[in-house]
Nanobody, 123 residues
Framework: QVQLVESGGGLVLPGGSLRLSCASSARTFSSSDMAWFRQAPGKDREFVAAISWSGGNTYYADFVKGRFTYSRDNAKKTVYLQMNNLKPEDTAVYYC????????????????WGHGTQVTVSS
């Protein structure tokens, strides 16, 4: 069983920044592709970004390209999502996902999920 713990969410003004973290308990973390998804009230969970096990490949949803950066520290078993120039429409619960079993951009592609961290962008 893999445990994922997200942190770093909060309330931020439009145009502000946050850095989300996701710490993993997996012994195989360094070989696991990871992803972030988000879910706003009344909406489906949607893909935000993904990163390969080495960190050499990253994938982003079009709506975050140029604003969000995904990185990882395999020694710390932690991934990070740096979010800049945040917009009110970025308000959602952000979920960390681990152990990719299929594609990259669908929530069913990952075997493990965290409980989420709330991000609210509002003035």
């Amino acid at each position: 069983q893999v445990q994922l713990v997200e942190s770093g969410g909060g309330l931020v003004l439009p145009g502000g920044s946050l850095r989300l973290s996701c710490a993993s308990s997996a012994r195989t973390f360094s070989s696991s592709d990871m992803a972030w998804f988000r879910q706003a009230p009344g909406k489906d969970r949607e893909f935000v970004a993904a990163i390969s096990w080495s960190g050499g490949n990253t994938y982003y949803a079009d709506f975050v390209k140029g604003r969000f950066t995904y990185s990882r520290d395999n020694a710390k078993k932690t991934v990070y999502l740096q979010m800049n120039n945040l917009k009110p429409e970025d308000t959602a619960v952000y979920y960390c996902a681990a152990v990719r079993v299929a594609g990259w951009r669908t929530w069913g592609d990952y075997a493990y999920w965290g409980h989420g961290t709330q991000v609210t962008v509002s003035s």
